[in-house]
């Protein structure tokens, strides 16, 4: 009986390596099919498609992770009552005119994306604001209404990856709001 666990943590380690398996190749099989993955594609991501080129998708996860680097900066700065390194990082993920076309650019497929995303960067720069005014707990709200932007953006969408060809299209068919689009 002695062995007993043991077995148990072998069965399990099967179990897992079945697993991960079963997932590599679903995942292999996800990659071959995504040129030809279409918007009415039985999913269980329920989540609306951020339809964008391979490079615009790759392009905006390394955003994404900037944006999480800035927010742990902010919050690092916070620690130390550091008020103008709160408001040099929470600079990175505010409102700029660059900011803009890029955000319209990517939702220039997607209806609504936009929208999002520059709320979520005018909301970073009460960050900044607060920090300007040295009001500690006015940057913790702030923070926690930018934060709310963030995982609110990420409960609506997900990203698909789209060839030229349906990206012409739809960005041809959607009509354009906002900031004018990139030449
Ligand atoms: C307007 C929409 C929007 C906003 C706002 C937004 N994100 Fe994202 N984010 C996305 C999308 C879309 C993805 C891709 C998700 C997917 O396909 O599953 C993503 C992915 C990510 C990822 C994963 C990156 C990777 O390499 O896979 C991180 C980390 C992330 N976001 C952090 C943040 C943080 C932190 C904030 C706020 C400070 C934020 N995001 C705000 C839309 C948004």
Same mark, same amino acid.
């Given at each position: 009986?002695?062995?007993?666990?043991?077995?148990?943590?072998?069965?399990?380690?099967? %179990?897992?390596?079945?697993?991960?398996? #079963?997932?590599?190749?679903?995942?292999?099989?996800?990659? =071959?099919?995504?040129?030809?993955? !279409?918007?009415?594609?039985?999913?269980?991501?329920?989540? !609306?498609?951020?339809?964008?080129?391979?490079?615009?998708?790759?392009?905006?996860?390394?955003?994404?992770?900037?944006?999480?680097?800035?927010?742990?900066?902010?919050?690092?700065?916070?620690?130390?009552?550091?008020?103008?390194?709160?408001?040099?990082? /929470?600079?990175?993920?505010?409102?700029?005119? #660059?900011?803009?076309?890029? +955000?319209?650019?990517? %939702? =220039?497929?997607?209806? %609504?994306?936009?929208?999002? #995303?520059?709320?979520?960067?005018?909301?970073?720069?009460?960050?900044?604001?607060?920090? !300007?005014?040295?009001? !500690?707990?006015?940057?913790?709200? /702030?923070?926690?209404?930018?934060?709310?932007? +963030?995982?609110? +953006?990420?409960?609506?969408?997900?990203?698909?990856?789209?060839?030229?060809?349906?990206?012409?299209?739809?960005?041809?068919?959607?009509?354009?709001? %906002?900031?004018?689009?990139?030449?």
């Amino acid at each position: 009986m002695i062995r007993a666990p043991h077995a148990i943590f072998t069965l399990a380690g099967v %179990g897992l390596l079945a697993l991960t398996l #079963a997932y590599g190749v679903r995942a292999q099989r996800a990659v =071959a099919d995504a040129p030809s993955l !279409r918007s009415d594609a039985p999913t269980v991501d329920q989540r !609306r498609p951020v339809r964008l080129l391979p490079m615009m998708a790759a392009h905006q996860k390394e955003n994404m992770r900037d944006h999480l680097l800035a927010v742990q900066q902010i919050v690092a700065a916070l620690a130390a009552d550091d008020f103008a390194g709160i408001a040099k990082a /929470a600079g990175r993920i505010g409102y700029s005119d #660059a900011m803009a076309q890029m +955000c319209t650019h990517m %939702g =220039a497929a997607t209806p %609504g994306f936009m929208e999002m #995303a520059l709320n979520f960067h005018r909301t970073a720069d009460t960050i900044a604001d607060a920090a !300007r005014n040295h009001d !500690r707990s006015g940057v913790l709200t /702030a923070i926690n209404q930018t934060l709310q932007a +963030c995982t609110g +953006c990420h409960a609506a969408f997900r990203q698909e990856v789209v060839d030229e060809a349906t990206w012409k299209q739809m960005t041809s068919t959607v009509p354009s709001s %906002g900031p004018p689009r990139e030449p």
